[in-house]
């Protein structure tokens, strides 16, 4: 019995764009899962905030053929619209508030609320929401990176870091950094109208532009916020990715499996 060229290419097509398809939802789905590991990762991470990786299909396209027959001719018939598969379309970060945690230490500081902390990184001021701060071999306030926190002298009005010293250290309602039983600097913190506009650079720090300088941002010293990370939610969510990864994978074999025999025993010329 032999079968219809015509018909058999037509197979062969969508077969392989069967294939396109299950391979696009492969490629998303382990960038889900590297976002899920990255949140069960930082799921003890001070002030950490997780992410939320969004998928959206790839624009339809048109099927169409020219099987109908009108007046002995074949014509143009719409077959309808079909998704060539999914990708990544943006990834959210969640800044819900996390839980502050009392740690009764004099360089944790904690935010209720919205707002960051300016960090001196390099040449450049950063963002962050950890506050496990500690004083430094030079006695300026930094955190466990080695960077320094920055804050508004009182005299000057210049953003600098926080030198402390020996010191003990107090901070008031107001946020104003008390060094002995002096007032030397206010804490810098920041906050901005849009945090869709943030973006996470590493060490648990933000970019951002058009920020808010010494906005009104609640600060507690002697606790630390923790991450706000469901890791209840992520293991379900781990769970549900690998399953459709794995359905994914078994069409992707199965249809690896149908070309293989296309090619080998249907298209065999005897």
């Not at 916020?225 to 359905?247: K, L, Q």
């Amino acid at each position: 019995m032999k079968m219809n060229a015509k018909y058999f290419l037509k197979g062969m097509k969508l077969v392989i764009r069967g294939l396109y398809t299950a391979v696009s939802g492969l490629v998303t789905l382990e960038s889900k899962q590297a976002n899920i590991t990255n949140n069960i990762a930082n799921a003890n991470t001070t002030g950490y905030k997780s992410d939320n990786l969004t998928m959206k299909s790839f624009d339809e396209v048109m099927l169409q053929n020219k099987d109908k027959i009108v007046n002995g001719r074949n014509v143009r018939q719409q077959l309808g619209s079909i998704s060539l598969g999914v990708e990544v379309d943006t990834v959210n970060t969640t800044f819900t508030q996390g839980t502050l945690k009392n740690t009764d230490k004099q360089t944790d500081f904690s935010i209720d609320g919205r707002g960051f902390f300016m960090i001196q990184k390099g040449n450049e001021i950063v963002y962050t929401r950890d506050g496990n701060f500690k004083v430094g071999t030079d006695g300026n306030l930094m955190n466990t990176s080695g960077d320094k926190v920055l804050g508004v002298n009182k005299n000057t009005g210049a953003i600098e870091p926080i030198f402390v010293g020996a010191d003990n250290i107090l901070i008031d309602n107001e946020n104003n950094i008390y060094v002995g039983d002096r007032a030397t600097h206010t804490l810098g913190t920041a906050d901005f109208e849009d945090y869709n506009s943030l973006k996470k650079i590493g060490d648990n720090y933000y970019s951002g532009d058009n920020a808010i300088l010494n906005a009104n941002v609640s600060v507690t010293q002697g606790s630390l916020e923790t991450s706000n990370v469901d890791v209840t939610t992520e293991m379900v969510d781990m769970i549900t990715t690998m399953r459709s990864f794995e359905t994914n994978q078994k069409i992707v074999q199965m249809l690896d499996e149908t070309l293989d025999t296309a090619a080998n025993q249907i298209g065999t010329v005897r």
